[in-house]
């Protein structure tokens, strides 16, 4: 089974190096040097990784074969594929792999069905899990610790408790204006109905 691990950005410096948006949480295991990496698009691939080094917080990889900046920026955009083994699951006990959650079903705590997992964007913040819900429509829900409750791959499913609004329109608006706007209101009333 394929997962994509990262997406090559611009180059760095000019020996070849390019920094790397990693879309892995094993990126010691996945992105070493010595990994072969399937590409897409198909042809810039497979890329042998040669040396890797973070600087200034972001991840720099040099592929063999990529001597110059104007290698690495012919690399711009491609994604980075490792080939990983169905069976296997990540080393941290809460951490999934995408192809374990897609299809599991989406429902809250209290057993109302939300729907499906279709998909899972990785976003700089954090991932969300795209569910398809029983109208055909979609809905986001942010994958974060105080929303998703619970992953069970054993039921096929994940329990999600979402705050007001997340997964309906009927979201309860209230702040401390809109009740001292009542309060106000209401005292106008009562001095009117006392005159």
Same mark, same amino acid.
């Given at each position: 089974?394929?997962?994509?691990?990262?997406?090559?950005? $611009?180059?760095? &410096?000019?020996?070849?190096? %390019?920094?790397?948006?990693?879309?892995? #949480? =094993?990126?010691?295991?996945?992105?070493?040097?010595?990994?072969?990496?399937?590409?897409?698009?198909?042809?810039?691939?497979?890329?042998?990784?040669?040396?890797?080094?973070?600087?200034? &917080?972001?991840?720099?990889?040099?592929?063999?074969?990529?001597?110059? $900046?104007?290698?690495?920026?012919?690399?711009?955009?491609?994604?980075?594929?490792?080939?990983? #083994?169905?069976?296997?699951?990540?080393?941290?006990?809460?951490?999934?792999?995408?192809?374990?959650?897609?299809?599991?079903?989406?429902?809250?705590?209290?057993?109302?069905?939300? &729907?499906?997992?279709?998909?899972?964007?990785?976003?700089?913040?954090? #991932?969300?899990? @795209?569910?398809?819900?029983?109208?055909?429509? =979609?809905?986001?829900?942010?994958?974060?610790? =105080?929303?998703?409750?619970?992953?069970?791959?054993?039921? !096929?499913?994940? %329990?999600?408790?979402?705050?007001?609004?997340? @997964?309906?329109?009927?979201? =309860?608006?209230?702040?401390?204006?809109?009740?001292? #706007?009542?309060?106000?209101?209401?005292?106008? !009333?009562?001095?009117?109905?006392?005159?």
């Amino acid at each position: 089974m394929q997962l994509v691990v990262a997406r090559i950005g $611009r180059a760095h &410096g000019i020996k070849g190096d %390019v920094t790397v948006e990693v879309r892995t #949480d =094993e990126p010691e295991l996945r992105l070493a040097p010595g990994a072969v990496l399937a590409t897409d698009p198909a042809s810039t691939g497979p890329l042998t990784i040669e040396a890797g080094r973070v600087h200034s &917080g972001r991840l720099l990889l040099r592929f063999e074969g990529v001597k110059d $900046r104007s290698a690495a920026e012919a690399l711009r955009n491609t994604l980075l594929i490792a080939e990983v #083994d169905p069976e296997e699951l990540p080393e941290e006990e809460d951490e999934y792999y995408d192809h374990q959650l897609m299809d599991l079903d989406v429902v809250t705590a209290d057993g109302v069905e939300v &729907g499906r997992i279709t998909e899972i964007s990785h976003l700089p913040s954090q #991932d969300l899990f @795209i569910v398809e819900r029983p109208d055909g429509s =979609e809905v986001l829900i942010p994958f974060v610790e =105080e929303i998703v409750a619970e992953i069970d791959l054993a039921e !096929q499913k994940a %329990v999600i408790t979402p705050p007001p609004g997340l @997964i309906d329109d009927r979201a =309860e608006i209230a702040s401390s204006r809109d009740s001292e #706007d009542s309060q106000d209101s209401e005292a106008a !009333q009562d001095s009117e109905d006392a005159s």
